[in-house]
């Protein structure tokens, strides 16, 4: 059964950083693309940082050069350092593993966890 399981959210003022972390269970992790979408109140989820399993990169363009994403394949995590933080980062974080293969795409989610970003 496939488990994924965010970490580290939590209430930061505007300048601040946070660490989310993301371990996945159930699955053969270095073989997944891991991604971190975000949700914010009235809004569409959004792509923020993406890895592949080879550790190619891409972020919204919003976060370049604030966030960044990073994988333990030993841990089983997918880490999003996130620095100088705005209040328009306030969202739902979700972590999300991505596989496609022979046609079929393997999609998990989790729960997600909240980012408030205020003074």
């Known amino acids: 059964q496939v488990q994924i399981v965010e970490s580290g959210g939590g209430l930061v003022q505007p300048g601040g950083s946070l660490r989310l972390s993301c371990v996945a269970s159930?699955?053969?992790?270095?073989?997944?693309?891991m991604n971190w979408h975000r949700q914010a109140p009235g809004m569409e989820r959004e792509l923020v940082a993406a890895?592949?399993?080879?550790?190619?990169?891409k972020y919204l363009d919003s976060v370049k050069g604030r966030f960044t994403i990073s994988r333990d394949n030993a841990k089983n995590t997918v880490y999003l350092q996130m620095n100088s933080l705005k209040p328009e980062d306030t969202a739902v974080y979700y972590c999300?593993?991505?596989?496609?293969?022979?046609?079929?795409?393997?999609?998990?989610w989790g729960q997600g966890i909240q980012v408030t970003v205020a003074a």
């Open positions: 890895i592949s399993a080879g550790g190619t990169t």
């Open positions: 159930g699955i053969t992790f270095n073989t997944y693309a």
């Open positions: 999300n593993a991505k596989r496609i293969a022979a046609l079929i795409t393997t999609d998990s």
